[in-house]
């Protein structure tokens, strides 16, 4: 039987050159199933990556040096060139996003102020470990946008298809991290208690820019949109109770991210991914 571990260093990871040309005026302001909820979600979303992809890059870049296995390092290169287009092309849709009446400038100065205070202040190891734990959250949504139907219908095209093809990537490199850290740090203890803190205060910032974006829209109070707020975590589709039983593996001695085998979706879409030329 194939390990986890042997599934991680099978897995190539190339980076995409990306060119998806928003026409807003072709886009609605809720955007996701004519849904405010479900379209400021993704939004809220989108607004963590930009900062947060560029803190990933740095821990894992951070501990390289302690890397002697040539397959992981060839990874880790095709991670940070991944991130680095996930980032550009986040803060191009956010930029967007300033069309309806959003305040993604003072939010980005929040994420840029953040992350130059964690680089400082917090250390690498910790980083890593926060990298290791959103890395997984990424991971475990992606595999629902690639496999439930229902996480994506409605949609409209465009955002769609940026959003299935980062979950594409995330899928390929949800263990460069983790390799990283287990070959440069280890720590059982250090990486399930920031899972715990991360889950908080992941929930805490999205929650915070969603309600941001609900009261731009005039949706804050409207008890329809906060109905189909808990259809989409726990109804249809589900989110939180499907990813659930995932999110928890993450607190296993033994856990590793490719325990969840799902290489089968790096092929079953790899003709969408097509479409974009490696760089």
Not at 50 to 59: H, N, Q, S, T
Not at 166 to 191: F, M, N, P
Not at 261 to 276: F, T
Request: proline share 4%; charged share 25%; glycine share 4%.
């Amino acid at each position: 039987m194939t390990t986890a571990q042997e599934i991680s260093a099978s897995i190539d990871i190339p980076g995409r050159k990306m060119d998806f040309e928003f026409e807003l005026d072709d886009i609605p302001r809720h955007w996701f199933a004519d849904d405010a909820f479900r379209s400021t979600y993704m939004n809220a979303l989108s607004c963590l990556f930009p900062e947060g992809e560029r803190m990933f890059m740095d821990a894992v870049r951070a501990h390289q040096n302690k890397i002697s296995d040539p397959r992981l390092l060839e990874q880790i290169k095709g991670f940070i060139k991944q991130e680095a287009i996930h980032g550009h092309e986040h803060a191009q849709y956010n930029d967007y996003l300033k069309k309806w009446g959003y305040p993604i400038d003072r939010i980005n100065k929040i994420e840029k102020a953040e992350k130059v205070w964690m680089k400082k202040w917090v250390p690498k190891s910790h980083r890593l470990a926060i990298t290791c734990a959103l890395e997984h959250f990424t991971a475990i949504m992606a595999h629902q946008v690639l496999t439930d139907p229902q996480a994506t219908e409605g949609m409209h095209p465009q955002f769609k298809q940026m959003w299935r093809w980062h979950a594409i990537e995330e899928t390929e490199h949800k263990a460069v991290a983790y390799d990283v850290y287990q070959q440069a740090v280890g720590s059982y203890w250090l990486r399930v208690i920031t899972m715990i803190n991360i889950t908080i205060m992941f929930c805490l910032r999205t929650t915070l820019y969603q309600l941001i974006f609900l009261w731009k829209d005039g949706e804050l109070f409207n008890p329809k949109t906060w109905w189909r707020g808990f259809q989409f975590y726990f109804l249809k589709p589900g989110m939180v109770r499907k990813i659930w039983r995932d999110y928890l593996d993450y607190f296993r001695r033994d856990f590793h991210p490719w325990d969840h085998d799902n290489r089968a979706l790096l092929g079953q879409w790899e003709a969408e991914a097509q479409a974009y030329k490696p760089v």
